[in-house]
């Protein structure tokens, strides 16, 4: 108010550096007061506005600001006050079990960036979350809130500026699936008839993810600081997601790449990355092959289930504890403390196929003599879906595909989560790895992967000057330079995560 009212002396002809006449002394300095008072209230009001605009995306980003400090700012003082009382382990589960169901909440009513922070937090995003909110979040990695179907219409028919079917032979108005900024249908295309997947972002969803972000980065600037240098980084990256067209080129650069190298293709490969119709790609929609297939997830966990009840094993049996399942499954095929090895996977596979083609041969034995008596019931053929899935050897995959994109192309997928890796060819027994979603392409010069390399074969050979000295290349820096500190930090980051390298604390 006090700038308001000199800068307003300066400019007004009734304010001189003069002293007032005796006549109006009084009703000149009330004016100036006035004047002083109102020009500040405007330039304040005007710096608010401002702020919220640039900071916190409008009166809608206030509103949802204002929402999403409701839960933090009370919850953050009762996760301090525990922390201070250091707790007992039952009082931080009832907590988290109450707090991540609140945040989950929470997170449905005001989606954005927010939907994304419940994501990392399932997937364990830098092993920053306990298994209670990794559980509770889980459902965020399949099951995003979606738009209805005339919203999507009206945005592709915006975008191509004609009637949806004029491009589309079919259209499915139930998405198949639904992400932080959009959601996606198959559909064919009229031109061709090929089977497609159709990605619609959702309308205002930039903005609102610019507030969401900020507002998340002032809370941990106040309480949180030590996150506040990734926010800064996932704000930048996450702003790459919102044009499709970029994310379209960025699929179509690092299929070819996988193509180069002999991993990508069909079946016989390892994965399989979906073609992009580059010149059906707009800003808000990217068009792209349907691979068929389930979450890998999914797939895995249904595989479980079917060899258990092959074994005659189901978690009722254990009282519902997993882990006393998988040791009991682990101890009957005697695969190890750290479970089956690919090989072993695989020898496994090959003696149960050999017992499914016998049964199917003495099946079909039996269904063309004794079967043929009328009222007799035929046997079932076992297919090789009743096979188990090479668990070990997916994940094999899956370090050799990423291994290659960020250390041989440098082009890689920033944004691995489990929803973005299916499982194809389960139904036939050719299991085999579908990736997609490349939103977020992280791209690292040569000098850069050779330090990651070295960073790499250092902590391998637990060389502590090697690791430091790599770190340093790499360009990190901290307040103190510590080089315990950097080793430890090195190894958590890179290597292992363990209670005797944290000392028993997390590593925040």
């Known amino acids: 108010a006090s700038m308001g009212h000199r800068a307003l002396k300066q400019r007004c002809p009734f304010s001189t550096s003069s002293p007032p006449s005796s006549n109006n002394g009084g009703g000149g300095r009330a004016r ?45 003082i009762q996760y301090r006050a525990h922390m201070i ?94 992400a932080s900024i959009g959601q ?39 309480a949180q600081p030590v996150h506040v240098a990734p926010l800064i980084e996932i704000e930048k990256q996450f702003m790459t997601e919102f044009d499709y067209v970029l994310e379209s080129q960025q699929l179509d650069k690092v299929r070819k790449n996988m193509m180069a190298a002999d991993i990508a293709g069909d079946s016989s490969k390892l994965c399989a990355i979906p073609r992009p119709h580059l010149d059906l790609c707009t800003k808000r929609i990217l068009v792209m092959d349907e691979l068929n297939g389930n979450k890998l997830v999914t797939e895995l966990k249904n595989d479980m289930n079917r060899q258990m009840e092959r074994m005659n094993h189901s978690l009722e049996k254990f009282g519902g504890d997993k882990e006393e399942m998988q040791k009991s499954f682990t101890k009957e095929f005697a695969l190890g403390e750290n479970g089956p090895t690919s090989e072993q996977y695989e020898t496994l596979i090959k003696l149960l196929d050999a017992k499914r083609r016998a049964v199917n041969a003495y099946a079909a034995l039996y269904n063309f003599s004794v079967g043929l008596i009328p009222g007799t019931k035929r046997k079932e053929y076992q297919g090789k879906s009743s096979l188990p899935i090479n668990h070990a050897k997916l994940i094999d995959d899956l370090l050799h595909i990423h291994g290659h994109q960020v250390l041989v192309d440098g082009v890689f997928n920033g944004d691995p989560h489990p929803g973005n890796i299916l499982l194809l060819g389960v139904e036939e027994g050719k299991p085999q790895l579908g990736l997609i979603d490349y939103g977020q392409v992280k791209t690292i010069s040569k000098e850069e992967r050779l330090v990651f390399c070295r960073l790499i074969l250092a902590l391998a050979d637990d060389d502590k000057d090697g690791v430091v000295k790599a770190l340093k290349e790499a360009g990190y820096k901290s307040q103190k330079m510590d080089e315990d500190i950097m080793y430890t930090y090195a190894r958590v980051a890179y290597d292992e995560d363990n209670e005797t390298l944290t000392q028993g604390k997390h590593i925040q």
Request: hydrophobic share 40%; with cysteine; charged share 20%.
């Open 85 to 178: 009382m250091q707790s007992p382990d039952d009082v931080w589960d009832e907590l988290h079990a109450e707090t991540s169901k609140a945040g989950l909440d929470k997170i449905m009513e005001l989606q954005g960036f927010y939907v994304k922070s419940g994501q990392m937090a399932a997937a364990n995003i830098g092993n920053a979350f306990p298994k209670i909110w990794q559980d509770t979040m889980s459902v965020l990695q399949d099951e995003c809130p979606s738009e209805p179907f005339e919203v999507v219409k009206s945005i592709v028919e915006s975008e191509y500026g004609c009637d949806l079917h004029d491009v589309f032979e079919t259209f499915e108005e139930t998405p198949i699936g639904a």
């Open 184 to 222: 996606v249908h198959r559909a064919t295309l009229k031109r061709d008839g090929s089977r497609v997947v159709v990605k619609v972002m959702y309308p205002g969803v930039e903005n609102t993810f610019r507030g969401d972000v900020r507002t998340i980065k002032m809370f941990c600037e106040v």
């Open 32 to 76: 100036n007061l006035a004047l002083g008072l109102a020009s500040g209230t405007i330039l304040t009001t005007a710096a608010a506005i401002t702020y919220i605009n640039n900071h916190v995306g409008g009166s809608d980003g206030l509103v949802r600001t204002v929402s999403f400090y409701s839960l933090a700012i009370p919850k953050y």
